[in-house]
């Protein structure tokens, strides 16, 4: 599965983007499409995974109530809504796909990533 990030870009604390995770390829046995990101100087993170059905989401504690993960199979494409951004959330955004049915995979268990998109908050 290859996999495009987009959306990601400067924003002042307390706004709003959307990211888009578009998805080519084999897609079959990918079951859960995730975010993470990697703030500057840390380890990558989760953020949010969905089924690729879209009936199910998880999220970091961090984000509940802020980011929002969707998906259209239409057009095989997953989006993260970044609501309420805040400082703390700048950082390197990727999608990822994992042929594991589960929202909790851990990061090593997720087979295909995107190439990430920038997202600053200022303060």
């Known amino acids: 599965v290859q996999l495009q990030a987009s959306g990601g870009g400067l924003v002042q604390a307390g706004g709003s983007l959307r990211l888009s995770c578009a998805a080519s390829?084999?897609?079959?046995?990918?079951?859960?499409m995730g975010w993470f990101r990697q703030p500057p100087g840390k380890e990558r993170e989760f953020v949010a995974a969905?089924?690729?059905?879209?009936?199910?989401?998880h999220y970091a504690d961090s984000v509940k109530g802020r980011f929002t993960i969707s998906s259209d199979n239409a057009k095989n494409t997953v989006y993260l809504q970044l609501d309420s951004l805040k400082p703390e959330d700048t950082a390197v955004y990727f999608c990822?796909?994992?042929?594991?049915?589960?929202?909790?995979?851990?990061?090593?268990?997720?087979?295909?990533w995107g190439q990430g998109t920038l997202v600053t908050v200022s303060s």
């Open positions: 990822a796909a994992t042929g594991r049915f589960s929202l909790s995979a851990p990061i090593d268990e997720y087979d295909d």
């Open positions: 390829g084999r897609t079959f046995g990918r079951y859960v």
């Open positions: 969905i089924t690729w059905r879209g009936d199910s989401t």
